[in-house]
């Protein structure tokens, strides 16, 4: 089996006061707020602990530590420099210490 730091970010996740994980396209995307009012009721955003990602086997991981392992694994997207638009890979372990978000990964 491979090591936790080569397990991927897969999607985002918001930790729940419960501990539960609810993951989704993007965070407070209209399937995840979908899933929040349907457990939660109308101030689901209340209940939120925390925002984050999960990895490949299910790990919620906060924004942090998700730009780390994101990181390692080579999946990090930045925004060309020069103003087109389009997204360009960062080079793999650049070892940055930033918060990830979902425009990062896709």
């Known amino acids: 089996m491979k090591n936790k730091e080569s397990w991927r970010v897969v999607c985002a996740a918001m930790l729940m006061d419960d501990d539960m994980i609810i993951t989704g396209v993007r965070h407070y995307s209209p399937d ?40 390692q694994n080579g999946q990090i997207f930045l925004y060309d420099p020069s103003g087109e638009g389009s997204l360009i890979p960062q080079p793999k372990n650049k070892k940055t210490k930033e918060i990830l978000f979902s425009e990062n990964l896709y």
Do not use: C, T
């Open 32 to 71: 995840m707020r979908s899933v929040l009012y349907r457990i939660y009721g109308d101030d689901y955003y209340k209940r939120v602990k925390e925002q984050g990602f999960i990895d490949s086997h299910g790990n919620f991981l906060s924004r942090k530590d998700a730009w780390i392992r994101a990181d």
